[in-house]
């Protein structure tokens, strides 16, 4: 998923993925939850609090955990993990395994030889705590001012058909060939050093890529591009937000798909936009700057809300995924209540991820298994939530802060320097 463009964060996008899937990140407009247990067992959550999601607190600017500064933490042992969220965390650590031992870790913290240990044992633990592997195997580090800010994604399903049958006229498409990255000396390189994406017109120029407005008003069509078609252009707006989703067709059958890339145009979280326009508040005219608040006001201004979509100029091409579940940045699938997105600089990928905040549904171990576009910084997280109705309602609502520390395989702290 990586989706994300930024999973508010429901939102996370992850574009990519931005992560895959998912949003104060993405739809720069979240609001909070009502605290319950973090697992399967919480009781359904209320719907979320009716104003604006707080902003995300300021972090030093670094390119790395080891830029932004490293502290041991607790030792694992003194945190209090619950059975069930262990178990989850070490199932998803155990399909994070054949990467973390082969990738290269952008934070800094670790090398692929530092997870082997863990991850042998974890490939045959079975009879005793899974909070015992973890006390075994991994120490806590603190990154930065260890502040952490977490929202939420989700995996959305939408009215959708392989084919375009009446009521489904929205096409959802493929990478286009013609999406690529500048040759050296046809453009500025972006600020991580890489070249733009865009495309070369008639004459051999390279320009931006069809924007949001350029591509819903039929640039691409008749190229072959499309693999499914849409019932709801708002419902997948968001879906491009999220970087993945289920589309359910008339018969019942379920096609999911993953994100495959974008546009290289900047992604406008359009809750941001609302507030800045004053449409977010508790005010008569004005909206709850949650998901569902952002969607009721696009469904009552249905010309006003059109273009404000096209305020997000970014846009998510899909493939057909197969499998159990969205794939995240790393590789593998991401699971509900298991699996999070972080910024790669800062969290190795495939990392177990210690979060104590004031939302207790989200307090916990998890395991950094995606990104996204506005998961960026030390310290910055996005929750996934699952699919389903609730999925996207906790999702939806997500804001916390608090507490983080990364899980590094024991000997990592010593051989970093670190006291």
């Not at 015992?132 to 952490?148: K, L, S």
């Not at 013609?178 to 390189?189: E, F, H, I, M, Q």
């Not at 579940?325 to 177990?352: K, N, Q, T, Y």
């Not at 395991?367 to 109705?389: C, H, L, P, Y």
Request: net charge positive.
């Amino acid at each position: 998923m990586s989706r994300r463009q930024g999973r508010c964060s429901p939102w996370r996008f992850p574009w990519r993925r931005l992560s895959a899937f998912i949003l104060p990140g993405l739809l720069a407009a979240c609001v909070q939850v009502v605290p319950g247990p973090k697992g399967p067992s919480r009781p359904p959550a209320r719907p979320p609090v009716q104003r604006p999601q707080p902003t995300q607190p300021a972090q030093p600017q670094s390119t790395s955990a080891v830029a932004a500064g490293v502290k041991a933490g607790p030792a694992v042992s003194s945190l209090p993990l619950g059975g069930s969220d262990a178990a989850a965390a070490l199932a998803s650590f155990r399909e994070s395994c054949p990467r973390v031992t082969v990738r290269t870790d952008a934070s800094g913290l670790t090398r692929p030889a530092d997870w082997r240990a863990a991850c042998a044992a974890a490939a045959s633990w079975s009879g005793k705590p899974a909070a015992q592997f973890f006390a075994t195997y991994f120490e806590t580090a603190r990154i930065g001012n260890g502040q952490g800010f977490a929202t939420g994604y989700y995996e959305p399903e939408i009215a959708g058909s392989r084919l375009p049958v009446p009521g489904y006229a929205v096409p959802v498409y493929s990478m286009p060939d013609d999406l690529v990255r500048a040759k050296p000396g046809d453009a500025p390189a972006t600020s991580s050093g890489r070249m733009p994406l865009g495309r070369y017109d008639v004459s051999g120029v390279f320009v931006p890529y069809y924007d949001r407005a350029a591509i819903e008003q039929g640039v691409l069509s008749g190229k072959g591009l499309e693999i499914a078609w849409v019932a709801d252009p708002i419902e997948f707006f968001f879906l491009q937000v999220q970087g993945s989703g289920r589309l359910r067709a008339p018969d019942g059958s379920v096609m999911r798909i993953g994100y495959a890339g974008q546009n290289g145009l900047p992604y406008t979280g359009i809750g941001g936009v609302m507030r800045d326009r004053g449409l977010v508040g508790p005010g008569r005219g004005q909206y709850s700057g949650s998901m569902q608040g952002i969607i009721q006001y696009i469904h009552d201004n249905p010309n006003d809300g059109a273009a404000l979509m096209r305020e997000n100029k970014s846009w998510v091409f899909f493939k057909e995924l197969k499998g159990d579940g969205p794939l995240g940045a790393l590789g593998v699938p991401v699971r509900a209540h298991a699996s999070v997105a972080a910024d790669p600089r800062f969290v190795p990928l495939g990392a177990p991820v210690w979060l104590r905040l004031d939302r207790r549904e989200a307090t916990g171990l998890w395991v950094a298994q995606d990104t996204g576009g506005a998961i960026k910084g030390a310290n910055r997280f996005d929750t996934f939530w699952g699919s389903g109705e609730q999925a996207r309602h906790t999702a939806g609502g997500m804001s916390g802060r608090g507490e983080a520390l990364i899980l590094v395989p024991k000997g990592t702290l010593a051989r970093l320097g670190v006291r």
